[in-house]
């Protein structure tokens, strides 16, 4: 009998009876290890004395965000409207740092009317605009988003710390930014450092890299400039290929590499900003097979779910762990599958080669790691309904529709 261990639940026990049947494509929450990965994340903070802010574009799931506000995290926004999505859902505006290559005028004036803790100033024409414009009662903080140049091993669509990137200031503009505005004695400064070298990072050593070059930098900023804090933004990745053996990424390992270059007497105040550590490995995707095609060289399975609700495969060629959800025994046949979406594209797929248990059609697998970067990229495109969400907490089963309405009252087991 397959038993998943993750959930601690048969998943045939989903399909009580034809009738309850959830209806597929669904997004699939565990909010008990979401409150156990937040919870580590935030006893690793307190250890190094780190504040935490989470970055709400890996999941912007009203009660994925409940749960994270309980914690005590703040957030890191890229655009008016997560900034407003973070008050709606009830964050304080103290609590929220707004970064972001592209903001509006519109929306940098939204933002100081709102008075929201910190802007990351991404460039030299944005701080004259908000120097030309910061009102004389406004409490939020402007830090420059300054380049480390660091490159890391990730897939090249989620670097973001290189020079050629379009992401942040220069260490040569910063420094000469900052020896200007002090010759002129201008009231607004930089309240400190934000810094990001990409994402889905699981070597350390590039932490490392990246605390070098910003301790490098501050070296060549005037003696006579201080400022509040360093923003080492965020990157922990985690482990797509074996998640059951790795639930919980290793906050302590990220921090340890990070907080020794940033000794507590100089620097009090140093933010991380995670996204996909902390709610990747919290969701899946259940989905259903359409049909089997028998080509020449392979089978080719088309799922009821595709890029539009998992667009990470056909974006950066990401590959998710994909298990079957129907009991198999010892004695199953295994097949080699290529797993496809419904999607007029032929680079809706998630990929070759996925061995299997002989699948039929109406049969339903589990994609996994589908908390960060899945329903918060959900596309609307060919007019594909937006998958439900199911929520287990402890025994119970909560399910809303897209629309959030609550159709299914905690059927436990
Ligand atoms: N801070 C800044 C300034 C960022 O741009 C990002 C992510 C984060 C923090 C959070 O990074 P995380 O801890 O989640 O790695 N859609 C891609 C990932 C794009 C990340 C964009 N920026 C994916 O699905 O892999």
Redesign the pocket.
């Given at each position: 009998m397959y038993f998943n261990k993750w959930f601690n639940i048969e998943f045939s026990d989903l399909f009580l009876s034809k009738k309850d049947q959830m209806e597929t494509p669904y997004y699939l929450y565990d909010m008990n290890l979401l409150d156990t990965t937040l919870e580590q994340a935030q006893v690793a903070a307190e250890l190094y004395n780190i504040k935490l802010?989470y970055?709400i574009?890996?999941n912007t799931n009203p009660y994925i965000l409940e749960r994270i506000r309980k914690y005590g995290f703040g957030i890191?926004a890229?655009s008016i409207g997560e900034i407003k999505l973070a008050l709606t859902n009830g964050f304080q505006p103290y609590q929220i740092a707004f970064?972001?290559s592209g903001k509006t005028k519109r929306e940098i004036d939204e933002a100081l009317q709102l008075n929201i803790a910190t802007i990351?100033c991404e460039s030299l024409s944005e701080w004259e605009y908000i120097s030309s414009v910061y009102p004389t009662e406004c409490t939020t903080k402007i830090a420059l988003?300054v380049i480390p140049n660091v490159y890391t091993n990730?897939?090249q669509?989620?670097q973001?710390g290189g020079n050629n990137h379009k992401?942040g200031i220069s260490t040569e503009e910063a420094s000469r930014l900052i020896q200007k505005l002090i010759e002129r004695n201008s009231t607004l400064l930089p309240c400190g450092f934000?810094f990001?070298v990409?994402?889905?990072?699981t070597r350390m050593d590039y932490f490392e890299e990246l605390s070098r070059s910003v301790l490098y930098f501050f070296q060549t900023l005037p003696s006579s400039f201080s400022f509040d804090y360093v923003n080492l933004?965020?990157?922990?990745?985690i482990n797509y290929d074996d998640p059951d053996n790795e639930m919980i990424p290793n906050f302590t390992g990220w921090m340890r590499a990070i907080r020794p270059y940033f000794p507590q007497d100089r620097f009090p105040h140093v933010y991380l900003?995670?996204?996909?550590?902390?709610v990747?490995q919290c969701g899946k995707l259940i989905t259903e097979v359409q049909y089997i095609k028998n080509r020449q060289d392979e089978k080719i399975v088309i799922l009821d779910t595709g890029m539009n609700d998992l667009?990470?495969p056909a974006?950066?060629g990401?590959r998710h762990h994909i298990s079957p959800m129907q009991p198999h025994s010892e004695t199953t046949q295994f097949q080699t599958y290529t797993l496809s979406g419904p999607s007029c594209e032929s680079t809706d797929c998630f990929g070759k080669n996925y061995s299997l248990p002989e699948l039929k059609e109406g049969d339903h697998i589990v994609i996994h790691s589908c908390g960060?970067?899945?329903e918060s990229?959900r596309l609307n495109y060919t007019q594909r309904l937006a998958p439900s969400c199911v929520y287990k907490e402890g025994n119970n089963l909560n399910m809303y529709t897209s629309q959030r309405k609550k159709i299914k009252v905690e059927q436990s087991f």
């Open positions: 802010l970055a574009k890996a890191d890229v970064a972001g990351h988003r990730t897939h669509h989620i973001t992401f934000h990001h990409g994402s889905q990072i933004g965020g990157g922990l990745g900003e995670p996204g996909r550590s902390l990747g667009m990470r974006l950066y990401a960060a970067y899945a990229m």
